[in-house]
């Protein structure tokens, strides 16, 4: 029941705060008068796919979701320091006001809590149990593991830390420590082979000490040391809609909107979905109508096996490997185009990296090939190629590629060229503009071995092997486990890219179009890793560190030589800068957030509202995304579903003239087991549409 000052500050506020005709507005009160920062969620399935929109209250408890589509919405109220409010029906034009329910407990308050402030509270071995003294291997030193802690290994696909994988799935079975369970639950579904192989087989088996000693203690009641705080300033003005797309058994590891160069591109039309190793159908999600259809990718022939196992797909197998508490042994993902990303050109042209074959790759890729990229470096085999959905005809074409790929990026050239990461010991590229005039996918693409000048004469010369020693007079070949994130220069016509992520040393690499040669730059000491990165308008670039932060790079910074015998990775520290991510951190690692962001991305055209080059990270244990402006991080969340992943993001300008519901950031949960976020079996990924207004009640 509503105290006699809640019921006259609502009657007050609402008296000068009336409805609009598609918006539901209203205010929260809680016991001690109005609730700011908290979230109002609006919810229907009356759409042709369910839809939910929310916003956040501003100083005074008043709260305005906007333009909302004609049907009967669930609304609710969810905020830290509160359990969820009652559902209260409505429809746009309503008023609705909310009494907000404060959390009876610690732990009814800890259950609404990101994953960064549960999974903060996994220990790290300290430093004396590295170098085989104890059941850690050898050769992995604390700041690998802290690495593979991070964004490489579990949390590269799951949200370590949300209510699914704080606790053990009864169905998975009895255990008489977590240890056992842990060891037990990640062999579970298409991907047990590669966990185990990750986690018992490189890390020893330790990790499920470690996991299962942080799960019993949770299961004991223990509740994380810190508590997030409400959305403030800036991030109250926040408008975050959501739609279901894909199905319950698959999952999207990305979306595109547009040209990243072009943002106006594909204005206010359909999103496409990668399906990666779950599905051939790309899913295409039209925010206009609310409507989801699909378009079956196709391969060169019948023959082209599945996109499973190894040497190549070693983390997705055919088959489970165990029983999944969820979907037991039943093979829920079946694919051979494994569309892993997206990208649009400036015609509207979607262009992905997807398998069009097997592994092996055809005569002109090999030695004897009078292809002069064979000829200067041959290539045997490759692991997903290219292809391109044009949305006006919808054909689909396949571009066989000597080279792997994995992200693809626009060039800012006269030729479009599309250059990839995913190419392992090569920088991989197609000339769009000479495949467009001749159909010849072999004369439009080029590779080349990261090959450093470090006899400093500025041509690629003969050159030493990775791991052999550095020869007088020589260049040097590097390796590695090669490009993660590419990300092509609009300043200078450079690639840069993250490199090592998986394995080697770590670092932003840089590769010049005109000579073919390299520069790499290491991650300097306490950096610990790195995974996807883009790059700014001034040629900074930016990634997601594996000490929970963004990493950036400027290369304008370095006082060494960047070519010659010293130019091999430790020549420029100074270039390097790291900015901390919201959340909380390890103990013993308190000044880094334990936040594992899988990517970066650089806002250079202003799409969200922040101003132009504001890079922005997937917040993949803080649920949401984290900008850096003027030096200061503004925390986007999406509060509902609970357990939001996400995988990469984009831009885009709808309309240049209209305020700021003309702009907007896109993005899709990227979890691989959508089943684990709020809701559970039966939930379907959900893109979603980040805006940002004026004011927390701008309509």
Known sequence: ???????????????????????????????????????????????????????????????????????????????????????LRGKPGQVLNHAAVSAPNATAAA????????????????????????????????????RRMNNTDCIGCHALGQESTRTIPAALGEFKSGEQAWARRVISGHTGSFMMERLAKQLGG??????????????????????????????????????????????????ISSDRRHPSVNAYGPLYGSSEYSSDNIPILDPKTHTVSFFRMSVLNDSVPESFGPPFHASALDKPFAPSPYWGMEKIWSQKGNNHNGMFDRKGRVWFA???????????????????????FPMDMSQRQVTMLDPKTMKYTLVDTCFGTHHPQFGYDADDTLWFSGTGPVAGWLNTRLFDETGDAVKAQGWAPWVLDTNG?????????????AEAGKDMRIAGSGPYAVMPN????????????????????????????????????????????????????????????????????????LNGPGATGNHCAEGFAYHRFPGPGHEGFEKNSAEASYYTWVDQHNTLGLGENVPIATGNLNGGFMALKDGKMVML?????????????????????????????????????????????????????????PNPLAD
């Not at 004469?457 to 020693?469: F, I, R």
């Not at 998986?502 to 000579?515: C, E, N």
Request: proline content about 8%.
């Open 457 to 469: 004469n500025g041509k690629v010369d003969g050159y030493t092997e990775p791991g052999k020693p």
């Open 111 to 146: 259950h609404y809590y990101p994953a960064v402030y549960w999974y903060s509270m996994l220990k790290i071995p300290p430093a004396k149990d590295f170098g085989g003294s104890t059941s850690i291997p050898k050769d992995i030193t604390q700041e690998i593991w802290r």
């Open 354 to 376: 997807a398998n069009v074959r097997g592994d092996h790759n055809p005569a002109y890729c090999r030695k004897g090939s009078d292809h002069p990229s064979a000829k200067a």
């Open 490 to 561: 609009p300043r200078d016509g450079s690639v840069w890219y993250t490199f090592n992520v998986f394995a080697g040393t770590a670092g932003f690499l840089r590769f010049d179009p005109k000579t073919t040669l390299s520069e790499f730059y290491a991650l300097p000491a306490g950096f610990v890793g790195l995974r996807g990165g883009d790059i700014d308008g001034n040629g900074v670039v930016w990634g997601s560190g594996a000490n929970g932060g963004f990493i950036s790079f400027d290369r304008r910074k370095c006082k060494s030589p």
């Open 637 to 693: 969340r999406i509060p509902y579903p609970m357990g939001f992943f996400a995988k990469g993001l984009d831009g885009r300008i709808d309309d240049a003239n209209a305020g700021w519901k003309g702009r907007g950031l896109w993005s899709t949960s990227g979890d691989r087991t959508p089943w684990l976020m709020e809701g559970g079996k039966g939930s379907r990924p959900r893109a979603v549409h980040i805006q940002l207004r």
């Open 1 to 87: 029941m509503k105290t006699t000052l809640q019921t006259c500050i609502v009657a007050a506020l609402a008296a000068a705060f009336p409805a609009l005709a598609a918006d539901i507005r209203g205010t929260v009160t809680g016991p001690k008068g109005p609730e700011a920062g908290v979230w109002v969620i609006a919810e229907t399935t009356e759409l042709p796919t369910k839809f939910a929109r929310i916003v956040v209250t501003d100083d005074k408890g008043r709260y305005l979701i906007p333009d909302l589509p004609t049907a009967n919405y669930s609304v609710w109220v969810r905020g830290y320091g509160l359990v969820d409010s009652a559902r």
């Open 206 to 255: 330790v990790p499920f000490a470690y996991y299962g000693e942080w799960t019993d203690r949770i299961a004991k009641g223990e509740l994380p040391k810190s508590k997030p705080p409400r959305p403030q300033g800036v991030e109250r003005n926040v408008v975050i809609t959501s739609w279901e797309w894909g199905t319950e058994k698959t999952f999207l590891h990305d979306l």
